[in-house]
Nanobody, 128 residues
Framework: VQLQASGGGSVQAGESLRRSCAVS????????MAWFRQAPGKEREFVGA??????????FYADSVRGRFTLPRNTAMNTQYLQMTDLKPRDTAVYYC????????????????????WGQGTQVTVSS
């Protein structure tokens, strides 16, 4: 199983970026996908997640990005986008996508250990 992430780069504060993450190598649909980020000297931080439970789809966001970042609902179950708007210098970090094939528990979906596979991290740099 591979997660191929794309997007990212360097932008000015207030600008937008879109990242994508595609899962390959497994025919079973994910039960959820998430984005985390890690800034230098800091722990990996939850950004957002989309959880699928039967026909129900729910999105969850960290307080620090709610209202600015969006996980669009899309028909490709094993591809997920992260739309980032109004970027701020504090958003500068290496961003990682992750996929879960087991059921995600709402109370723990912000925990990296809940995810089965990870994509390579890519840098997002926001200048003031």
């Amino acid at each position: 199983v591979q997660l191929q992430a794309s997007g990212g780069g360097s932008v000015q504060a207030g600008e937008s970026l879109r990242r994508s993450c595609a899962v390959s190598g497994r025919t079973v649909s994910t039960r959820g996908m998430a984005w985390f980020r890690q800034a230098p000297g800091k722990e990996r931080e939850f950004v957002g997640a989309i959880r699928r439970n039967g026909g129900n789809v729910s999105m969850f966001y960290a307080d620090s990005v709610r209202g600015r970042f969006t996980l669009p609902r899309n028909t490709a179950m094993n591809t997920q986008y992260l739309q980032m708007t109004d970027l701020k210098p504090r958003d500068t970090a290496v961003y990682y996508c992750a996929a879960a094939f087991r059921g995600l528990i709402v109370s723990s979906l912000r925990t990296p250990g809940q995810y089965d596979y990870w994509g390579q991290g890519t840098q997002v740099t926001v200048s003031s």
